[in-house]
T-cell receptor
Framework: DAGVIQSPRHEVTEMGQEVTLRCKPI?????LFWYRQTMMRGLELLIY????????DSGMPEDRFSAKMPNASFSTLKIQPSEPRDSAVYFC????????????FGPGTRLTVL | RKEVEQDPGPFNVPEGATVAFNCTYS??????FFWYRQDCRKEPKLLMS???SGNEDGRFTAQLNRASQYISLLIRDSKLSDSATYLC???????????FGAGTILRVKS
């Protein structure tokens, strides 16, 4: 079975540009999570969805960040406008309710904002 | 105080050594505990869950002390392939939200 799929794998953009990261969770999983990882702050949860509904977005750093999940097989994380401090690896993970809270991570998107 | 704290290391050990990592968590209501492993420039992957009675998976043993809010991971007979960052992870009861520690770096050398 395919794991969590993320695209693009690498993104280099200039400050002020809009960035859209994409995620396809594992089929049948009802939870989807967006994380950001940096050397300074480690792995931080940004937002998570249950059955396509945002449950907790308290980790979203500011209004420049938004996330959507229009259906069970697709989610986006958008940054507009992007800033150099947004440079990080962004992971998407999915999980299935009742299975010991195990989360399966995608390969990540390495974002560099110049 | 961080919600999940780990010694960042790095732990540099020779092949065949036994090494132990510790982790403390702040929320006494936490219900689920895990160790994840993350290789360089890769995604985190579940290594093992941690149960109240302690559990073992091959060379790996996990222990939980709820009274002290402390989790440990013991690796016996270290292999070169064990070199990675080990993340202590706690579920703080509500929903499926996991909180990750900053990770402990392990380097196993021949």
């Amino acid at each position: 079975d395919a794991g969590v799929i993320q695209s693009p794998r690498h993104e280099v953009t200039e400050m002020g540009q809009e960035v859209t990261l994409r995620c396809k969770p594992i089929s049948g999983h009802d939870y989807l999570f967006w994380y950001r990882q940096t050397m300074m702050r480690g792995l931080e949860l940004l937002i998570y969805f249950n059955n396509n509904v945002p449950i907790d977005d308290s980790g979203m750093p500011e209004d420049r960040f938004s996330a959507k999940m229009p259906n069970a097989s697709f989610s986006t994380l958008k940054i507009q406008p992007s800033e150099p401090r947004d440079s990080a690896v962004y992971f998407c993970a999915s999980g299935k309710a009742g299975v010991a809270d195990t989360q399966y991570f995608g390969p990540g998107t390495r974002l560099t904002v110049l | 105080r961080k919600e999940v704290e780990q010694d960042p290391g790095p732990f540099n050990v020779p092949e065949g050594a036994t090494v132990a990592f510790n982790c403390t968590y702040s929320n006494s209501a936490s219900q689920s505990f895990f160790w994840y492993r993350q290789d360089c420039r890769k995604e985190p992957k579940l290594l093992m869950s941690v149960y109240s009675s302690g559990n073992e998976d091959g060379r790996f043993t996990a222990q939980l002390n709820r009274a002290s809010q402390y989790i440990s991971l013991l690796i016996r007979d270290s292999k070169l392939s064990d070199s990675a960052t080990y993340l202590c992870v706690v579920n703080f009861l509500y929903g499926n939200k996991l909180v990750f520690g900053a990770g402990t770096i392990l380097r196993v050398k021949s």
